[in-house]
């Protein structure tokens, strides 16, 4: 009986997606907290216009325009709090 209860409190604690040890994850040099890492599953669009007026859509490239992991976290629409895309280093 207690090893099943051991069990069930520690599976969970391994099971755990920590965005850190995604391989998509940019560590913060100016911030030792996680949670301020940038996720590069989750670049950031923008509008571009071009000279016909013609609108197009494109992902951007740079770290400045990447998500913060917390809002990627945040929303089930990206990684969500179970961590959908989630890939170990």
């Given at each position: 009986m207690k090893l099943t209860i051991v069990f069930l409190l520690i599976v969970p604690i391994f099971s755990f997606k920590k965005c850190s040890n995604c391989k998509h994850f940019i560590k913060?040099?100016?911030?030792?907290?996680?949670?301020?890492?940038?996720?590069?599953?989750?670049?950031?669009?923008?509008?571009?216009?071009?000279?016909?007026?013609?609108?197009?859509?494109?992902?951007?490239?740079?770290?400045?325009?990447?998500?913060?992991?917390?809002t990627a976290r945040e929303y089930s629409s990206m990684c969500g709090v179970e961590g959908k895309w989630y890939q170990p280093k």
């Open positions: 913060n040099t100016k911030s030792t907290i996680f949670n301020f890492g940038k996720c590069k599953m989750f670049p950031k669009t923008k509008d571009i216009y071009s000279t016909n007026d013609k609108k197009e859509t494109v992902k951007t490239k740079t770290i400045e325009d990447m998500y913060y992991c917390s």
